[in-house]
């Protein structure tokens, strides 16, 4: 069955560095997405991309995220400057349309800013 | 805004045991509702999907239903099994919209 890959499944980074979370969603899925779970709490949704652009985002995706298609199968999520409270679980995750027709996610990457 | 609740927010039971688990939403104007699976430290795992048209679905032991007017879901999970115990979170995605909005989840233990 086809898989959403998430590389480095668990990344430990000092305050104030930049990171890169890298995803390979789908290959014939169209719409990719980021969220994440902070321990002990609920999946936040954080932005969607479609079509080399972002369609929507939280309040959570301020000027310190972006997002990148550098080619035709991986999709990243930079946070330039990380702080302490960045360190959470970040789920990629793809849908072949829109998210009425379900979402396959990744195994997540875990995130430990010190 | 979409505020998703789940309850119970943890639940032991024995093996063999049939148990619901409740998830009930805010706003009514849904799309879909999807149940997910999640064990600890790993990914999510869609396990059924309900349109906002349809009423309820169906795998293997697992049987979903869906109320969209008075805003809640359940899941059934037919004679559990030990290797159900995971934590299970439900979500529903808004018309028009790409997001998701997850409930904090249910934490289940099947004891054998």
């Known amino acids: 069955e086809p898989e959403v890959t998430q590389t480095p499944s668990h990344q430990v980074t000092q305050m104030g560095q930049e990171v890169i979370l890298r995803c390979v969603p789908i290959?014939?899925?169209?719409?990719f997405y980021w969220y994440r779970q902070i321990l002990g709490q609920k999946v936040e949704f954080l932005v969607s991309f479609y079509n080399n652009e972002i369609s929507e985002k939280s309040e959570i995706f301020d000027d310190q995220f972006s997002v990148e298609r550098p080619d035709g199968s991986n999709f990243t999520l930079k946070i330039r400057s990380t702080k302490l409270e960045d360190s959470a679980m970040y789920f990629c995750?793809?849908?072949?349309?829109?998210?009425?027709?379900?979402?396959?996610f990744g195994s997540g990457t875990r995130l430990t800013v010190v | 805004k979409q505020e998703v609740t789940q309850i119970p927010a943890a639940l032991s039971v024995p093996e063999g045991e049939n148990l619901v688990l409740n998830c009930s939403f805010t706003d009514s104007a849904i799309y879909n509702l999807q149940w997910f699976r999640q064990d600890p430290g790993k990914g999510l795992t869609s396990l059924l999907l309900i349109q906002s048209s349809q009423r309820e679905q169906t795998s293997g032991r697992l049987n979903a239903s869906l109320d969209k007017s008075s805003g809640r879901s359940t899941l059934y999970i037919a004679a559990s099994q030990p290797g159900d115990s995971a934590t299970y979170l439900c979500?529903?995605?808004?018309?028009?919209?790409?997001?998701?909005?997850f409930g904090k989840g249910t934490k289940l233990s099947v004891i054998p």
């Open positions: 290959s014939n899925h169209l719409y």
């Open positions: 979500a529903v995605s808004g018309a028009g919209s790409y997001q998701l909005t």
């Open positions: 995750a793809s849908s072949e349309k829109l998210a009425n027709y379900g979402y396959t």
